[in-house]
């Protein structure tokens, strides 16, 4: 079972470090990086302040594209005793097709938008839909979740087992819109059904229109020593 992961700011910065040290070793810049783990860089630097406390599922994602266990990126490498059975498997990210992506993602479910925020990204659950190709959503009528249009949004939907070591995410991007034309709203309502997130007197249906479609499969491959 992989440690449950420490929150706050001294164990977000330690793995920080951990992270930058890696990236130093193996010559990977964090664009590439948030492309081997298959995220957008705003959000693996708010990954990075927030600590793995914050979505740990991340962290196994940016852990094998570093090359690391989760435990080894959480709470550092230690050197097994003589004797000790070999190591754990290695998590392992594997590309989806965008068939894959979105068999993956479904007809429904929850999952996390990306916006740009005053302070950087927000990053908001939502419960989604989708909609000929498109991720659909309610939320309340100028929340944070209700961007104007055109907004460039990420949208994220991720499962793991208990032991993060299996897995799989998806990540949109694209642009947002607000849903206004009565015909769709109806039919979106009649067959749809998704409730806000967060609801209020008025909601608004946002549709995210894909730019691009990603996902990484995550496995496990028996663990090698570092050259």
Known sequence: MEPHPRTGPSAAAAVAHRI?????????????????AGMSRPYLELLTAAG??????????????????????????????????????R????????EECWDRVGTRGVGRIGLPGEHGP??????????R?????????????????????SFEVDRTDDH?????????????????????????????????WAGGPRTSWIRIRPVSVTGRRITSMPAEDED
Request: proline share 13%.
């Open 122 to 131: 927000a990053i908001l659950p939502v419960n989604y839909a989708v909609d």
């Open 164 to 196: 993060r070591s299996n897995g799989w995410s998806v990540l949109v991007t694209g642009t947002a819109e607000r849903i206004d034309d009565e015909p769709t709203l109806q039919r979106l309502m009649r067959d749809l059904a998704v409730q806000p």
């Open 20 to 36: 930058a040290d890696r990236q130093a070793q193996i010559g990977l810049g964090p664009d590439a990086l948030a492309h081997r």
């Open 52 to 89: 793995p406390g914050f979505d740990p599922n991340g962290f196994l994602r940016i852990a094998a594209a570093l090359g690391l266990t989760y435990h080894e990126l959480v709470a550092g490498r230690a050197d097994p005793p003589p004797g000790q059975a070999p190591p754990a498997p």
């Open 133 to 153: 190709h498109t991720v659909v959503y309610r939320t309340h009528h100028h929340s944070a979740a209700d961007p104007p249009p055109g907004t460039d949004v």
């Open 91 to 98: 998590p392992v990210l594997v590309r989806l097709t965008e």
